[in-house]
T-cell receptor, first 118, second 114 residues
Framework: GAVVSQHPSRVICKSGTSVKIECRSL??????MFWYRQFPKKSLMLMAT?????????EQGVEKDKFLINHASLTLSTLTVTSAHPEDSSFYIC??????????????FGPGTRLTVT | AQKVTQAQTEISVVEKEDVTLDCVYE???????LFWYKQPPSGELVFLIR??????QNEISGRYSWNFQKSTSSFNFTITASQVVDSAVYFC???????????FGSGTRLQVQP
């Protein structure tokens, strides 16, 4: 089956530093990837849609200058949390759409990245 | 705008009991997809089912069954003979046929006691 990986799985960083999270589709190409954020014991909220070769589309209320998204290839999207603060601590999950035609509506989720900002 | 409501925040049952998790959705789209995911303590989302809006047939997969009723905009999930391993947070989600991003419900935490 289709596999999406995320790296790192856990990261602890100091306030003011930047953190990059990678989302990779391992066995399929993904022109579209999504980034979600989940606060403890809360639901997943869509942050942005990452499109290969173009700018990401951010949801209302998400600061695009703080959460930089780059989708440079058909298998990789990165989310960079810039100048991280404790309130950015969260679980970040990506998903990727398989557009190979076998099931264009299938979306596969990565295992998530737990970010803790101290 | 799309919306998914899971009114049950937390449910606790004893092993072997049947349990139903409710999901009600709102959308203006005529074509859409509904999903259920399981999120164990590890955090990884486990895909359970996808149903498109044109397919109202109920589905059974082992101890799991789903009841989709378009008339009441509901997509309920039943676990028969629950087991401790079923303990997790369960999310119902909705997507359109365009961008396909998911709108999640708030989740239902299921605790199955031995």
């Amino acid at each position: 089956g289709a596999v999406v990986s995320q790296h790192p799985s856990r990261v602890i960083c100091k306030s003011g530093t930047s953190v990059k999270i990678e989302c990779r589709s391992l066995d399929f190409q993904a022109t579209t990837m999504f980034w979600y954020r989940q606060f403890p014991k809360k639901s997943l909220m869509l942050m942005a849609t990452s499109n290969e070769g173009s700018k990401a589309t951010y949801e209302q209320g998400v600061e695009k200058d703080k959460f930089l998204i780059n989708h440079a290839s058909l298998t990789l999207s990165t989310l960079t949390v810039t100048s991280a603060h404790p309130e950015d601590s969260s679980f970040y999950i990506c998903s990727a759409r398989d557009v190979s035609g076998r099931s264009s509506y299938e979306q596969y989720f990565g295992p998530g990245t737990r970010l803790t900002v101290t | 705008a799309q919306k998914v409501t899971q009114a049950q925040t937390e449910i606790s049952v004893v092993e072997k009991e049947d349990v139903t998790l409710d999901c009600v959705y709102e959308t203006r789209d005529t074509t859409y997809y509904l999903f259920w995911y399981k999120q164990p303590p590890s955090g990884e989302l486990v895909f359970l089912i996808r149903r498109n809006s044109f397919d109202e047939q109920n589905e059974i997969s082992g101890r799991y069954s789903w009841n989709f009723q378009k008339s009441t905009s509901s997509f309920n999930f039943t676990i028969t003979a629950s087991q401790v391993v079923d303990s997790a947070v369960y999310f119902c989600a909705l997507s359109d046929t365009g961008r396909r991003a998911l709108t999640f419900g708030s989740g239902t935490r299921l605790q199955v006691q031995p």
